[in-house]
């Protein structure tokens, strides 16, 4: 129970990797403030994750809102009585080829997927800072180091998150608050769904079917969110001081740095 009585923010957690992240705090001993935009999906995670209603608290919040980014923390202190760290977590994609691509759709997920997380983890941070120090782990992609087809903003979303990580972890260093990042790969969560869906009546071949080439080559399967979410909980614990300012890849091999 490396983190036990430990208070962390995660956003995106209506589902997907929010909802396996949130399930590994949980179990290392944690408490949750679990974030998204739709409150009654956020209740049914928190039930389904914490019974008895103990640990978890929720909060609906649209990240392109600087005024709901700014409560949040406040919300994490109100529930638990202290705060200590955020998951960067929540995330938009649009496929669209390069070509097509239109730059509202392009903005909007730099916005979601690059600027609340700044401004998230500005508003965690200045909590931490205050008071003694604390964790950001956020959450970008392979796609950031690989660049896949069809998702040039995402690509560039999560690339910048790999560079804010690594800036924040110098800045903020000294005000004792450790930043990281993870880069997962095929993750089984309904956003990989949602691609393949896109790309089935693209390459003439079924959603199903695509789905099962989506997982890591080398396990011979996709990544659980779970699995995810145990990374990032270790990176949020004491044992990963000495682990700063990286982009990690859990993507089962597939991205080899």
């Not at 009585?5 to 408490?31: M, P, Y």
């Not at 994609?93 to 730059?103: E, F, K, L, R, T």
Request: net charge negative; with cysteine; charged share 20%.
């Amino acid at each position: 129970m490396k983190l036990d009585q430990q208070v962390f923010v995660v956003t995106g957690a209506s589902g997907g990797i929010g909802r396996g992240v949130t399930q590994a705090l949980l179990d290392e001993g944690a408490r949750v403030l679990l974030s998204d935009l739709d409150q009654s999906r956020l209740q049914e995670v928190a039930a389904a994750l914490d019974p008895t209603g103990d640990r978890t608290a929720c909060v609906a919040a649209d990240l392109t809102s600087k005024e709901a980014i700014a409560s949040v923390p406040g919300h994490a202190v109100a529930a638990f009585g202290r705060l200590d760290g955020l998951v960067n977590n929540a995330g938009a994609i649009v496929m669209d080829p390069a070509w097509d691509a239109s730059v509202e759709d392009w903005a909007m997920q730099l916005n979601v997927n690059v600027t609340a997380s700044f401004a998230m983890a500005r508003a965690v941070g200045n909590h931490l800072r205050a008071n003694g120090g604390g964790s950001i782990v956020n959450i970008a992609s392979n796609a950031g180091k690989v660049g896949y087809d069809n998702m040039a903003a995402y690509n560039a979303s999560k690339a910048a998150v790999i560079s804010l990580t690594r800036s924040l972890s110098r800045e903020w260093a000294s005000d004792g608050i450790n930043v990281n990042a993870v880069c997962p790969g095929g993750v089984d969560t309904p956003m990989l769904a949602a691609v393949a869906r896109w790309l089935e009546p693209r390459v003439g071949v079924t959603a199903d079917a695509l789905l099962e080439g989506m997982g890591a080559a080398q396990l011979g399967r996709k990544i659980a969110p779970i699995e995810v979410g145990r990374v990032v909980a270790f990176l949020l614990g004491p044992d990963a001081q000495i682990i700063r300012g990286q982009s990690i890849s859990i993507d089962g091999g597939d991205t080899p740095y």
